[in-house]
């Protein structure tokens, strides 16, 4: 059974641009979360998706937007890009109705220069 | 709010001795709690959960976990630590029965095993 697949892996950009991620869900998971990870700030909840639905977002600027296709693939974009958006971002995926275990991608790592 | 607190940034322990990672939680309810592990450049992979009964549960390599609900902690526990211990380790909590879903994590704390 095939991972929570994030692309891309790896990711410049320069402040002003828009980025966008992707996640690849577990097969057979609808729930998708997205976390930003910076040294300084851990692991900052960003949103969750189900069933193409945010059922929850964290406290981030409107600049941090996500959507979630039919498939239950996600994605999330980035515009007005900031130094301070620098991070790794992590795709977690878990199946509705269990006890909340989540399963994480690899991550994206962006740097805004 | 709700909040999970790892008081330590850095633990240091010896290959073969006893490591103990701390967390303690302020969840509402009778909180479902994690620990993940994260290696350099990767995702997080879980460890262990504590869901309900038992409050010592045991985890992937060799890792357990002690609930206390008086001291509302969850320490992160094994035996015997080995180098490939190294990592970051998180630990985590979600209230149940909530609308939506949103686990809470702690800001980390970094192991390292010395041989």
């Known amino acids: 059974k095939a991972g929570v697949t994030q692309t891309p892996r790896y990711l410049i950009k320069t402040r002003g641009q828009q980025v966008t991620l992707s996640c690849s869900p577990i097969?057979?998971?609808?729930?998708v979360s997205w976390y930003q990870q910076t040294p300084g700030q851990g692991l900052q909840f960003l949103f969750e998706?189900?069933?193409?639905?945010?059922?929850n977002k964290g406290n981030f600027p409107g600049r941090f937007s996500g959507r979630q296709f039919s498939n239950s693939r996600s994605e999330m974009n980035v515009s007005t890009l900031e130094l301070g958006d620098s991070a790794l971002y992590l795709c977690?995926?878990?199946?509705?109705?269990?006890?909340?275990?989540?399963?994480f991608g690899e991550g994206s790592r962006l740097t805004v220069l | 709010a709700q909040s999970v607190a790892q008081p330590e940034d850095q633990v240091n322990v010896a290959e073969g001795n006893p490591l103990t990672v701390k967390c303690t939680y302020s969840?509402?309810?009778?909180?479902?709690l994690f620990w993940y592990v994260q290696y350099p450049n990767r995702g997080l992979q879980f460890l262990l959960k504590?869901?309900?009964?038992?409050?010592l549960v045991k985890g992937s390599y060799g890792f357990e976990a002690e609930f206390n609900k008086s001291q509302t902690s969850f320490h992160l526990k094994k035996p015997s630590a080995l180098v490939s211990d190294s990592a970051l380790y998180f630990c985590?909590?979600?209230?149940?029965?909530?609308?939506?879903?949103?686990?809470?994590f702690g800001a980390g704390t970094r192991l390292f095993v010395k041989a």
């Open positions: 977690a995926s878990r199946v509705e109705g269990s006890t909340g275990e989540l399963f």
């Open positions: 097969s057979g998971h609808r729930s």
């Open positions: 998706y189900f069933s193409e639905t945010q059922r």
């Open positions: 969840v509402s309810g009778n909180p479902y």
């Open positions: 504590y869901i309900t009964g038992d409050n």
């Open positions: 985590a909590g979600r209230a149940p029965n909530t609308g939506g879903f949103k686990t809470i």
